[in-house]
């Protein structure tokens, strides 16, 4: 019997290997805590992780297109009202150029609320000549270099559940309250657009589209429905095993279980292996779900794969998200675009050009070049046109921020500026301006492609 076909439990994860979880030294302690976390509402409902799933359905048909987006590790420090503004609103202003580029609707999906805990390549680390166990998020532990702050925490899943439900109760606040309102593009248009070399371009867009909403309103005699609110989905990496299973729910009127911790959870490419465990948990749960792809995934490993994860080819349930690196993509994504057409398997494909391109700057910090973003998500364009198939969204990692984490872009950051605002405890995400240019290029694709 495979392994889609075995019995399922939330738990059955728990005799298989699993990689990347935090060796805790008191786990009475983190019993106790999972316990009280299984005990708390749920973060989001079931009907909302349906309605996504048919959403992405239709973005693997064409109809529509998808943007994750938000911060490679959220921090609990940066759970305040100002920092998931900004995020929202570049997100939504990303969204509208895409909008206006693609002519069709746009899936919000931010990689918030939730995104608290990190996969890294080694256990340990050395912090000035101490060895110390690695950083792993503020699920796990904490950054500071010191043993107590390093050691995991199981408390600090509880206090995760807390910051990931003040996020989400904020920005349903604020979408619900008309922060999104087309009529008021004042609300989320971020400071920083009079100094940006996208300005002119971003500002004439938006002027187009109030435009547009106003003469259709004037001919109705009536306001546009739905043009105050939009609809908005989140997603983090399941990494966290235990954290994941205690939010798990069989809930009434509908069969099966749900991960009702977020709406869209993804494996990371370190666990995707078939027989580990966070397949096993993956494949039990009725959310659509997302696995990172790339050069450690050969066709027959990817063909296993869905086959665990999505056995009955079921729109809207797999998202196959590609990283590969701006010099790699060529030689390694047509091999999989061509693996899951023979299968006729029914997918959606997101490019993520972010984690294939992070490197070391001879100054040692963490960083990525616009340029090799830039270059990668072009080629991803092009390679599925080539191909016979279709690339249904974009998965960046992003800030509201004003930081200088990525070099390049229309201000043209190098090495050297990297010190003026480097916050990221973890990976180099793009700044407020580099991610509008960037959405800027996507629209300009896929206009190219609605011609």
């Known amino acids: 019997m495979v392994a889609s076909r075995r019995q399922w439990a939330p738990d059955s994860w728990s005799g298989l290997s699993a990689l990347q979880q935090p060796d805790y030294p008191d786990r009475p302690v983190l019993q106790h805590a999972l316990s009280e976390l299984s005990k708390l509402p749920p973060l989001v409902t ?37 920092r998931i503004a900004n995020q929202l609103k570049i997100l939504i202003q990303m969204s509208l150029v895409l909008v206006q580029g693609a002519r069709k609707p746009v899936v919000r999906i931010g990689r918030f609320a939730g995104q608290y805990a990190k996969p890294r390549s080694a256990d340990y680390e050395d912090v000035q000549g101490v060895r ?39 920005i349903r606040a604020l979408v619900k309250g008309g922060f999104a309102d087309l009529h ?57 095993l235990g954290y994941e299973q205690a939010q798990t729910r069989q809930v ?21 292996a078939p027989d580990g465990a966070h397949v096993e948990y993956m494949r039990g749960i009725d959310n659509p779900i997302g696995m990172k792809v790339g050069q450690a995934t050969p066709p027959d490993m990817l063909l296993k794969l869905m086959d665990i994860l999505d056995p009955d080819n079921e729109p809207g349930r797999l998202t196959l998200i590609h990283r590969f690196g701006a010099e790699k993509i060529a030689a390694g994504l047509p091999p999989l675009l061509e693996a899951v057409r023979a299968a006729g398997r029914r997918v959606l494909w997101i490019c993520d050009p972010m984690h294939g391109n992070t490197k070391s700057t001879s100054n040692g910090y963490k960083t990525r070049d616009f340029g090799e973003i830039e270059s990668e998500l072009s080629q991803a364009f092009e390679i599925h046109e080539r191909n016979g198939s279709h690339l249904g969204g974009v998965h960046i990692e992003l800030t509201g921020e004003n930081v200088t ?29 580099q991610s509008l240019e960037l959405a800027l290029l996507v629209a300009g694709k896929l206009r190219a492609e609605s011609r």
Not at 61 to 82: K, N
Request: glycine share 8%; proline share 6%.
């Open 46 to 82: 079931s009907w909302e992780v349906v309605a996504l799933k048919e959403q992405l359905a239709r973005a693997a048909a064409g109809q529509c297109f998808v943007l994750q987006g938000g911060d490679c590790a959220e921090r609990f420090a940066d759970c305040s009202s100002q």
């Open 132 to 170: 110390l166990p690695s950083y792993r998020g503020d699920l796990i532990n904490r950054p500071e270099p010191t043993l107590e702050a390093r050691t995991p925490d199981p408390n600090l899943l509880l206090r995760g559940y807390e910051r990931a439900a003040l996020t989400l109760n904020f």
């Open 184 to 240: 008021h593009p004042e609300y989320w248009d971020l400071d920083w657009t009079q100094h940006s070399p996208q300005a002119e371009v971003y500002h004439n867009l938006l002027r187009s589209i109030t435009d547009s909403l106003r003469f259709m309103e004037n001919i109705l005699g009536s306001p546009a429905g739905g043009s105050d609110r939009i609809d908005f989905y989140t997603s983090h990496e399941a990494l966290h």
């Open 252 to 272: 009434p009127h509908r069969t099966g279980w749900y991960n009702l911790s977020t709406h869209f959870p993804w494996i990371g490419i370190r666990t995707i």
């Open 405 to 433: 984490e990525c070099t390049g872009g229309a201000r043209g950051l190098n090495e050297d500026d990297l010190h003026r605002a480097y916050e990221t405890e973890v990976d180099p995400r793009l700044n407020y301006e």
